[in-house]
């Protein structure tokens, strides 16, 4: 995925996205490592060493907003069109966790995906989720409770093995991420600190985000790596349902 800019031609300045069409313009390949979103980073581009931008250093912005707006276009990645991504700047960023499900969670392995780093805050944010289920105390000992789990909670946690255990067999991990945050959110809600799920959702996670889940493994008292643990089993008893609703119909109409 690349990102442009837009100079108005026999001057240096540059215009927004949303403005281009009202001047005659170029359009040049800008770094997408000082684009967030679309949103051009316009001191870093003063410092860019790029021979397509002249004199970048004194170049002037039509706003819109008050902010410079990028083009974009899914094309291959090449240094030629200042595309690259740089997987060292993202870990340093975002963590190598976030990097790792983030690739997964873009499409199907086999298939062929435009890198784009827009949307890797939501991943970013998902792990952090994750984190705070474990309330996570000064000492750095994890806060959670050894209470037995409601069955609300064993219907999320197997759901999700189900979920994960087909996923790894067909190779879909991309569907596995999403069934991640769909249970962490559900836990959240359901407010559920309990040892035995929390430990369970660690072991399912830690094939996908092995860094964040063996600290967190660590901090729920186990002194063995969470490599060795045993991976949950799906127990169809927990994702019965227990009622039912049925539409009525009175005189055509739906009660």
Known sequence: RSN???????????????????????????????????ILNI????????????????????????????GNEVEKMSKSKWNVVSPDDICVKFGADTLRLYEMFLGP??????????????VAGFLKKLWRLFNIQEDGSAKVSADAPTKDELKTLHKTIKK?????????????VSSFMICVNELTDLKCNKK??????????SPYAPHIT???WEKLGNTESIAFAAFPIFNEEFVKESSFNYPVSFNGKVR
């Open 43 to 70: 001191e870093a581009f003063k410092n860019l060493k790029n021979n397509a931008l002249e004199n970048s250093a004194a170049a002037e912005f039509i706003l819109e907003d008050g902010k410079y707006i990028c």
């Open 196 to 205: 035995q799920i929390l430990e369970q959702l660690l072991v399912l996670i």
């Open 109 to 122: 392995l086999e298939l062929s995906k435009p890198w784009n780093t827009n949307g890797i805050t939501g």
């Open 4 to 38: 442009f800019v837009y100079r108005v031609k026999e001057t240096n300045k540059y215009v927004s996205f949303g403005l281009k069409d009202n001047y005659d313009t170029t359009k040049l390949h800008v770094d997408v490592n000082i684009v967030d979103n679309d």
């Open 164 to 176: 994960i255990t087909d996923d790894i067999d067909r190779f879909s991990f991309n569907t596995s």
């Open 214 to 216: 063996e600290e967190l």
